[in-house]
């Protein structure tokens, strides 16, 4: 199965994205990936995330892959004018610019929209455009603090933790790709545009909807507690094995609890009076965990999954990532994309979802500063000799025609 037999239902939208770092890129990768059109205005010097070593180069090559690349300085009218022209010919609007900056450069929601009324507009800040926070700095690990995530992550006696990953950034850009795709949908039948808005804030509020309807519930402030559930035993519990590893499982219904105890040997469990009921094993969690690791603990991880399994238990081996980046289920799922062209080679994960039974298998890398700059000129009624004035008043960088990239350091 390849790319070009892949359903792709956005083919023929143009989308202009003016992101930077993971949220709104991210949303724009994932249109990508249906199809459209996605160029990426980029600084002279190129998005942020380019001047940060390696950790901003995976950014820029997981969340870019398949776009084109016009480099242009906003800092100049004729840039603005550039941007204002590739604006007016596309369909989908992105940008991550901090609550304020959108306006400064003329490219703020009603002015473009009074010129475009049928674009769609999305865009992603820190911590919304309405409260007193509006106009702060938001970065993911600001919104992991500020949000509880970090606060719920992490040992009970332990400080604090960040997710492993740029979840608020992750999750922000899957909302903003929801939005877009609703406003898209909404256009399709109306003809008019709309503006999509989102946060990281209100990203990782709603990735915890069932922790606020427990607060709710029960007005106990949740507490970070490791592994387990705070009010389900076994589940989420983790076993250490004999070989060195580890895993984890659930089996807190009765009948799993039963079958987990049959499992490990000890059928009698299931009607001892610290183990007969959910609740009972919650407040002898200490004692349960005792029992699993003594007996469970005691198999190599391998043998120990696969009683587990065969006894119908939810389980799963607590591995490293890269055992994950070989794992069968993730090749057979064909979400795995291979990514190459003349700058780069590499892989990278295409949409979550599949389309008929396909997806995406390949997809063009994340392109170079200004790698198609040119042909997007072209494209907007540009003559070569205007890119050229523009190339050399340093308004645009023209990587396609060999132009030296400025090594300034990005503001």
């Known amino acids: 199965m390849t790319g070009t037999a892949v359903t792709r239902p956005l083919a023929g939208l143009r989308v202009v994205d003016l992101g930077q770092y993971i949220a709104a890129p991210g949303a724009g990768q994932n249109l990508a990936d249906l199809g459209a059109d996605v160029i990426k205005v980029e600084p002279p010097a190129g998005d942020q995330a380019r001047g940060i070593g390696p950790f901003g180069q995976a950014m820029v090559r997981a969340n870019n892959r398949g776009k084109r690349s016009l480099a242009v300085d906003l800092r100049t009218g004729a840039g603005r004018q550039v941007v204002d022209?590739?604006?007016?010919?596309?369909?989908?609007?992105?940008?991550?610019?901090?609550?304020?900056v959108s306006a400064r450069l003329g490219l703020d929601p009603d002015t473009v929209l009074a010129r475009r009324p049928g674009l769609v507009y999305g865009f992603v800040t820190g911590f919304g455009t309405r409260g007193p926070s509006a106009y702060r700095v938001g970065l993911d690990v600001a919104a992991q603090a500020e949000f509880a995530v970090m606060d719920l992550t992490g040992e009970a006696d332990g400080d604090p933790q960040r997710v492993g990953f740029t979840v608020a950034d992750v999750l922000a850009a899957q909302a903003l790709t929801s939005g877009v795709l609703a406003a898209l949908l909404h256009r399709a039948t109306t003809g008019r545009g709309e503006v999509v808005e989102t946060s990281l804030m209100e990203a990782v509020v709603h990735a915890q909807a069932a922790t606020w309807a427990e607060y709710g519930l029960s007005g106990?402030?949740?507490?970070?507690?490791?592994?387990?559930?705070?009010?389900?035993?076994?589940?989420?519990?983790?076993?250490?094995?004999?070989?060195?590893g580890a895993l984890v499982l659930s089996a807190y219904t009765a009948d799993k609890f039963a079958a987990l105890c049959s499992l490990i040997g000890r059928p009698e469990l299931a009607d001892d009076p610290r183990f007969a009921t959910n609740a009972a094993r919650v407040a002898h969690r200490p004692q349960l965990l005792e029992v699993l690791h003594s007996t469970l603990g005691g198999l190599d991880r391998p043998q120990a999954l696969e009683r587990l399994r065969s006894a119908g238990i939810v389980c799963g081996a607590v591995r490293r990532f890269d055992e994950v980046v070989g794992d069968a289920d993730v090749l057979a799922s064909g979400l795995i994309a291979d990514c190459r062209g003349a700058h780069a080679a590499y892989t990278a994960p295409t949409t979550p979802f599949s389309l008929g039974?396909?997806?995406?298998?390949?997809?063009?890398?994340?392109?170079?500063?200004?790698?198609?700059?040119?042909?997007?000129?072209?494209?907007?009624?540009?003559?070569?000799?205007?890119?050229?004035?523009?190339?050399?008043?340093?308004?645009?960088?023209?990587?396609?025609?060999?132009?030296?990239?400025?090594?300034?350091?990005?503001t």
């Open 357 to 410: 039974g396909r997806r995406p298998t390949s997809s063009p890398p994340a392109p170079e500063v200004g790698e198609h700059t040119g042909p997007v000129l072209a494209e907007l009624g540009r003559s070569e000799a205007d890119i050229r004035a523009l190339t050399e008043g340093g308004v645009v960088v023209r990587a396609d025609a060999g132009t030296a990239v400025p090594k300034e350091e990005p």
């Open 220 to 244: 106990a402030v949740p507490r970070r507690r490791g592994h387990g559930q705070a009010r389900a035993a076994p589940a989420a519990d983790l076993v250490r094995t004999r070989d060195g």
């Open 85 to 100: 022209d590739l604006v007016d010919s596309a369909d989908v609007l992105l940008h991550n610019f901090r609550h304020g």
